[in-house]
């Protein structure tokens, strides 16, 4: 299966984005060789890792809309909501995948979170 890798978020304060994602998915900080990147690091399952996520940019040109794999949508809905993300589309179900969902970060950036659920349809 592929899985996302390396992705960029634009953000004008990498601290609280930081602090928004270490709360919502538990992903842990760095900073990066680049001055005005962090490295993200995420344990699971696979030991994925993610690196350079978020860049300092004034304005988001977000071309390309990134889905978070997470074991429970209504729980990371729900911790999204407490750290002051937005939902931008509610839990629905992608037949015989899973639940999805969408959110904007407190950069208005939005993302996407998926749970696989093989069972998951439109009922």
Same mark, same amino acid.
Request: aromatic letters at 14%; charged letters at 15%; hydrophobic letters at 40%.
């Given at each position: 299966?592929?899985?996302?890798?390396?992705? *960029?978020?634009?953000?004008?304060? &990498? @601290? +609280?984005?930081?602090?928004?994602? =270490?709360?919502?998915?538990?992903?842990?900080?760095?900073? &990066? @060789?680049?001055? !005005? !990147?962090w490295t993200a690091r995420t344990e699971s399952e696979? =030991?994925?890792?993610?690196? +350079?996520?978020?860049?300092?940019? =004034?304005?988001?040109?977000?071309?390309l809309t990134k889905a978070v794999s997470v074991r429970? %949508? /209504?729980?990371?809905?729900?911790?999204? $909501? $407490?750290?002051?993300?937005?939902?931008? @589309?509610? !839990?629905?179900? %992608?037949?015989?995948?899973?639940?999805?969902?969408?959110? $904007? *970060?407190?950069?208005?950036? %939005?993302?996407?979170?998926?749970?696989? /659920?093989?069972?998951? /349809?439109?009922s």
């Amino acid at each position: 299966m592929y899985r996302i890798t390396q992705f *960029d978020v634009p953000t004008t304060i &990498s @601290v +609280n984005s930081m602090v928004f994602y =270490n709360q919502v998915f538990g992903w842990t900080f760095q900073p &990066s @060789v680049h001055p !005005k !990147k962090w490295t993200a690091r995420t344990e699971s399952e696979e =030991n994925q890792f993610f690196s +350079n996520p978020f860049i300092r940019n =004034n304005t988001s040109a977000q071309a390309l809309t990134k889905a978070v794999s997470v074991r429970n %949508v /209504d729980q990371t809905l729900f911790n999204i $909501k $407490k750290e002051g993300g937005q939902i931008v @589309v509610p !839990k629905f179900a %992608v037949p015989g995948i899973g639940w999805m969902a969408y959110f $904007k *970060d407190l950069e208005q950036n %939005v993302m996407g979170i998926i749970q696989t /659920d093989c069972s998951a /349809d439109f009922s």
